[in-house]
């Protein structure tokens, strides 16, 4: 046997082979559980238009942005992507949303232009959505807590605040999405 002709038979063997322990995994693979689907309400082109509050966040205005989430392979998250105009000018966003069965939570992990990268946990309660989360501003904890409220097939509410006892809530953000339906 010549050696091109064994390197050649040795590679269809070992194609072969991982073909067959990737058919074979592909059984055991987890799938998405109902958890995981009900993200689906956000998967979509959304537009949202929404009032800042005057807070250590940043000035009160106006804030618009549109939003583009789809699922990431595999059905278990979504990818959203962002952009928009708020009080302190233009921002882009990146977002993904996933459901952690181990906590038995969703999460959220965000990273805005000019700002540094957040994570918050929450639960969902019927069509209610809440979310918290904690960060550092110089040496002060800021809590914040979002609200996602389904108000249609194609459309929801979404309320922002946050404290810095963890029991004094003050309004940051709220406002109207809704979802294209082209």
């Not at 064994?6 to 072969?16: F, K, N, S």
């Not at 959220?108 to 990268?117: D, F, R």
């Not at 994570?119 to 989360?133: I, L």
């Amino acid at each position: 046997m010549s050696i091109r002709l064994l390197v050649t038979t040795l590679t269809a063997v070992l194609c072969a082979a991982f073909a067959l322990v990737a058919a074979a995994q592909e059984g055991m693979m987890p799938k998405p559980g109902p958890e995981h689907q009900a993200l689906g309400f956000f998967a979509g082109k959304w537009s949202f238009e929404g009032e800042a509050k005057e807070s250590p966040m940043g000035p009160a205005g106006k804030i618009t942005f549109t939003e583009s989430c789809e699922w990431f392979e595999g059905g278990f998250a979504l990818l959203c992507r962002s952009e928009g105009k708020t009080p302190m000018g233009p921002t882009k966003a990146l977002g993904i949303m996933n459901y952690d069965a181990e906590q038995k939570a969703y999460t959220y992990y965000g990273i805005e232009a000019n700002m540094p990268p957040f994570m918050a946990t929450g639960q969902r309660e019927g069509k209610v959505w809440r979310y918290r989360s904690e960060s550092k501003m110089g040496e002060t904890s800021v809590h914040t807590r979002v609200t996602i409220t389904e108000t249609s097939p194609t459309s929801y509410t979404f309320d922002m605040e946050t404290s810095t006892d963890g029991s004094t809530w003050t309004p940051v953000m709220e406002g109207k999405s809704t979802k294209s339906t082209s």
